[in-house]
């Protein structure tokens, strides 16, 4: 089957028939360390955020870009086999975003948390819009404009630490340091806010 035939037939998209594809044309060393990678990676724990036929298929094709890659990359004179280059290869990229992925999960998760039990201690569902949007809409309201800023900044419009630190020209932990003071002043003045409401 050609690219082109695999393309019409939808397998660019699911991996199906592109990977056995480039897999025999690459060559039975690639396709080898190929095979070997993505079987050893396709073993770990589907992340959170993810279903497990779309994380197998994000894996495969994963892996055969980085067979790909590492028979372009790959040096002879090193002495090191093919089959073992390619297979090292493989796991490290499926490694990498395997990690990526349980961090973006576990960080999510620790945010989402963090935020419902500080709403839970200031006496406020967590689900309830309409009281939880206006105190803290309200403390917000109460923040400095530099501490308000940041916040907007870092939840509302996803920018990093690292990306503040160099506009503001301060160091990162300085900026998470603002942010855990502002987020603290932000926890008491909803509790404020909710006690005044009872």
């Given at each position: 089957m050609t690219f082109k035939q695999a393309a019409e037939r939808g397998g660019f998209a699911s991996g199906r028939y592109i990977t056995r594809d480039m897999a025999e044309a690459m060559g039975d060393d690639v396709a080898e360390g190929y095979k070997r990678g993505s079987i050893y990676a396709r073993s770990w724990r589907t992340p959170p955020n993810w279903s497990a036929p779309d994380w197998k298929?994000?894996?495969s094709s994963l892996a055969l870009m980085s067979a790909w890659q590492a028979k372009l990359d790959f040096d002879p004179?090193?002495?090191?086999?093919?089959?073992?280059?390619?297979?090292?290869?493989?796991k490290a990229q499926a490694f990498t975003l395997y990690r990526q992925e349980w961090r973006?999960?576990?960080?999510f998760a620790a945010s989402e948390m963090q935020f419902i039990e500080s709403q839970a201690g200031a006496g406020l569902d967590p689900h309830s819009n309409g009281?939880?949007?206006e105190s803290l809409e309200w403390a917000l309201g109460q923040l400095s404009e530099g501490d308000r800023?940041?916040?907007?900044q870092i939840f509302w419009k996803h920018r990093t630490e690292i990306a503040?630190?160099?506009?503001?020209k301060i160091s990162q932990p300085a900026v998470n340091k603002r942010k855990r003071m502002a987020l603290q002043r932000l926890i008491a003045l909803i509790k404020i806010f909710s006690g005044d409401r009872l």
């Amino acid at each position: 089957m050609t690219f082109k035939q695999a393309a019409e037939r939808g397998g660019f998209a699911s991996g199906r028939y592109i990977t056995r594809d480039m897999a025999e044309a690459m060559g039975d060393d690639v396709a080898e360390g190929y095979k070997r990678g993505s079987i050893y990676a396709r073993s770990w724990r589907t992340p959170p955020n993810w279903s497990a036929p779309d994380w197998k298929d994000e894996l495969s094709s994963l892996a055969l870009m980085s067979a790909w890659q590492a028979k372009l990359d790959f040096d002879p004179s090193r002495g090191v086999p093919l089959t073992s280059f390619v297979f090292y290869r493989v796991k490290a990229q499926a490694f990498t975003l395997y990690r990526q992925e349980w961090r973006h999960a576990l960080r999510f998760a620790a945010s989402e948390m963090q935020f419902i039990e500080s709403q839970a201690g200031a006496g406020l569902d967590p689900h309830s819009n309409g009281e939880t949007c206006e105190s803290l809409e309200w403390a917000l309201g109460q923040l400095s404009e530099g501490d308000r800023w940041l916040i907007e900044q870092i939840f509302w419009k996803h920018r990093t630490e690292i990306a503040l630190a160099e506009e503001l020209k301060i160091s990162q932990p300085a900026v998470n340091k603002r942010k855990r003071m502002a987020l603290q002043r932000l926890i008491a003045l909803i509790k404020i806010f909710s006690g005044d409401r009872l």
